[in-house]
């Protein structure tokens, strides 16, 4: 549903939307990118924006954070074991993350439901494969609640195991609007999204009635920033019109990365 099902097409796809991005090198160290998870087509060139900064990282191993669309189960899980199957083959969970997070208090918890029908987490691992073919692992977090409490809760668990590791968070902006009111909101969002302000994000998501869907993977990679001192910056903006020609009800997409 939201690439191509053929190895070589889905190769393909990626490598064409990578070399529109290309050349684009991180100011810092980089602690963690967002990225979208809608349809190739549609956010595959703003997401490339962040992989190709990815791309030129000595790390292979990631946590993905991603919200849970359907809201159930609740609460914040990780994927406990096993490989994900993807058209460019397996990746590994990453059993050292798992047998370390155990270890740190208010951890999540495991579960295999919580990532049932979600495409947020699992559209990201086909850019990673394509980038570091089976010489990568996953840390999937499936967050069902996404308010301040659990994003403050979580923050510090994937901070502890950031030494060798990069987070990304999975997210679109606004939906089902005209492009106009949607830049407009998003603009709004990346704006508090780079301020490192998490309050003040929640207030503004609250303010515009925002439907940004991945706010709490989002606020987490903010929290883990502000305690690495580091900066949020904007890679780059589009939203679905861009791609359909549709301008009357869009999508918006930005990548971003957090670096120290």
Known sequence: MFYPAGRDELRGMIDNLLSRSYGIAAKGDIIGVVVPHAGYIYSGYTASFAFNLIRNDKRRKF??????????????????????????????????????????????????I?????????????WLQYLFNDGCSILPISMGDQSLEMANGLAPVVSDLMQDR???ASSDLTHYEPARKADAKDSELIKAIESLDVVSF?????????????????ATLMLATKRMNGKIELLHHSNSGD???????????AAFVAYK
């Open 243 to 253: 791609s359909s020609g549709d301008y009357s009800s869009v999508v918006g997409y």
């Open 114 to 126: 919580a990532f049932d029908d979600e495409h947020s987490i699992e559209v990201q691992v086909p």
């Open 63 to 112: 946590i993905i954070i991603g919200p849970k669309h359907s809201g159930y189960p609740y609460e914040t899980f990780y994927y406990p074991a096993g490989t994900w199957e993807t058209p460019l083959g397996n990746c590994k969970i990453d059993v050292e993350a798992i047998k370390q997070m155990q270890t740190i208090r208010n951890a999540p918890l495991a579960s295999e």
């Open 202 to 218: 929640y207030n503004v998501m609250d303010r515009i009635n925002a439907t940004a869907c991945g706010y709490g993977p989002i």
């Open 166 to 168: 990069l987070i990304i």
